[in-house]
């Protein structure tokens, strides 16, 4: 008997995207720019780059502690999911732009990121 075997392959963008990171009094305060990988959210590709970025629910969309507000490049990110947008209206200083870090995947071109200064988190774990 001959056994048939079909693999599949994730189409990933060809291009990473950049980010650029606003400073943060706490997290960065010099500001930051880094790339993304493929297939990479950008609160991963912020730890990576050694950026604590708050991340309670382990990127699973279940907090809102790794919100983000996009001043650059909002209308060319992945659209949020319905449990994203029901998570970020408890999400402290909320904005039209806001984003959870954990659920926002760029593709090529150029973000300007902005850390909120607050989260809703009351105790920091060093993740």
């Known amino acids: 008997m001959r056994r048939l075997f079909v693999v599949a392959e994730k189409v990933l963008p060809s291009e990473m995207a950049t980010i650029k ?3 943060h009094s706490e997290l960065c305060p010099g500001g930051a720019e880094f ?8 609160c991963e590709a912020a730890l990576r780059e050694g950026i604590k970025i708050e991340h309670a629910c382990e990127m699973s969309c279940a907090c809102t502690t790794c919100h983000i507000i996009v001043r650059e490049g909002f209308s060319e990110l992945n659209d949020a999911s319905e449990t994203e947008e029901d ?5 402290w200083g909320l904005e039209p732009n806001s984003r959870l870090s954990c659920q926002t995947f760029p ?7 902005e850390l909120p200064k607050y ?4 105790v920091s774990e060093d993740h």
Request: aromatic residues 4%; glycine residues 4%.
């Open 21 to 23: 990171l606003l400073p």
């Open 35 to 42: 790339e993304t990988r493929a297939d990479e959210s950008i």
């Open 87 to 91: 998570m970020l209206d408890k999400a």
């Open 107 to 113: 593709i090529e071109g150029i973000y300007t990121v």
């Open 119 to 122: 989260t809703i988190n009351q």
